[in-house]
């Protein structure tokens, strides 16, 4: 039977249990306001004892509940690039609850975690989270391990889009001519920024996807780069997925650039760079890639240097399909090359090109009509 005490001006609670080896263990609560409340909660456990419910697991934090939970029913079967996204939602889970137990996440926190998700991550990826999430609690009820479903009428909110607007963060045409001829000397082991920033102008690549790119995606046959996931400069430097899942895809770029790419490699072989992750930009000075602070220095040198616009590193992304769309390839390709989910981003995004281009468009249409 489970005990009851006064303590001070609240009540506590101790439950004692057997595992299913005999052991015997006790969850204890304090804090309730009266001897009621105190009851109430000794003899909602006291039947889940009789109902067989797993009290023991019910007291772990959730993030080693679902990591028993991964182990037990879903790790011997999934494929390894499901794997990385489990281990992927494992660590959110373990960021933000940190060692709350699995019993004590109520609905409200849990909204708050997703809400905290969607802020910095697209639909995709906070949706995979809590799908994860809700299998994980609905076995756990199976189980006898919780009573409710913490999971149950919680939303997806509005997350975080692919993109934010252009703005004034891109380059003209000629300004992006003038910042290649500065950048394409500079680029070499030992100044990776300026390959950095070679390679994002000349794909559209994101940051992340551009730090975390290794030798085996570099296919110098038919000259193009895969991007297939990111490097987490903010965390352990380890890869993390790609924003979404479009965001994976082949890249082509031209042949110049994977000149420098074979220049670069040849470097770190020669002078025999530690490179545990075979990443391309590691270079001789840092055992890291350029921080996002480094390639930004780039550019400012270059802006003061050469009079261009001052833009970002995520300006240079902007930079190139603005070109592309000035050098009207179509809008579909462009939202592809850039790893859109929906070509409506890319039109959303890029609104200042189009606008530009749609008179030039309406006379082409004009013309083309005056001609039948």
């Given at each position: 039977m489970a005990s009851i005490k006064k303590k001070g001006a609240t009540w506590a609670v101790r439950v004692s249990f057997y595992d299913a080896d005999g052991k015997r263990h006790f969850k204890n609560k304090s804090g309730f306001r009266t001897k009621k409340e105190a009851e109430f909660y000794a003899q909602k456990h006291e039947m889940s004892k009789l109902h067989g419910d797993d009290?023991?697991?019910?007291?772990?934090?959730?993030s080693q509940y679902f990591t028993e939970w991964y182990d037990t029913y879903k790790g011997p079967s999934v494929s390894s690039s499901t794997k990385d996204n489990y281990s992927y939602s494992l660590m959110k889970?373990?960021?933000?609850?940190?060692?709350?137990?699995?019993?004590?996440?109520?609905?409200?926190?849990?909204?708050?975690?997703?809400?905290?998700?969607a802020s910095n991550y697209a639909r995709e990826t906070v949706a995979k989270i809590a799908g994860h999430c809700r299998a994980c609690v609905l076995d756990a009820i199976e189980d006898g391990v919780l009573q409710r479903n913490f999971t149950m009428r919680v939303s997806v909110p509005n997350c975080a889009d692919t993109e934010r607007p252009v703005k004034d963060n891109y380059l003209s045409v000629k300004d992006m001519m003038t910042l290649k001829e500065y950048v394409i000397p500079k680029c070499s082991i030992r100044n990776?920024?300026?390959?950095?920033?070679?390679t994002s102008l000349l794909t559209g690549a994101r940051y992340s996807e551009v730090a975390g790119l290794t030798w085996s995606d570099i296919d110098t046959k038919k000259n193009t780069i895969s991007i297939n996931k990111t490097l987490d400069y903010k965390g352990d430097g380890d890869f993390l997925p790609t924003k979404t899942k479009s965001s994976n895809r082949f890249v082509s770029a031209p042949p110049y650039l994977f000149k420098m790419f074979k220049g670069l490699h040849e470097?770190?072989?020669?002078?025999?760079?530690?490179?545990?992750?075979?990443?391309?930009f590691l270079g001789s000075h840092s055992a890291h890639v350029p921080s996002d602070n480094a390639v930004n220095?780039?550019?400012?040198?270059?802006?003061?240097?050469?009079?261009?616009?001052?833009?970002?590193?995520?300006?240079l992304r902007h930079t190139h399909a603005s070109y592309l769309l000035y050098k009207d390839i179509n809008i579909f390709l462009i939202s592809q090359r850039l790893g859109h989910s929906d070509v409506g981003i890319t039109q959303r995004v890029y609104m200042h090109v189009i606008d530009e281009l749609k008179q030039e468009q309406t006379e082409k249409i004009t013309e083309a009509l005056e001609q039948i």
């Open positions: 009290l023991l697991s019910a007291s772990k934090p959730f889970i373990t960021e933000f609850f940190g060692d709350t137990k699995i019993s004590d996440v109520t609905r409200s926190r849990y909204q708050t975690f997703l809400n905290t998700l990776m920024s300026a390959a950095m920033v070679l470097n770190q072989l020669a002078q025999n760079i530690s490179n545990p992750l075979d990443l391309i220095k780039v550019l400012r040198e270059a802006h003061n240097k050469l009079g261009i616009k001052k833009i970002t590193f995520h300006g």
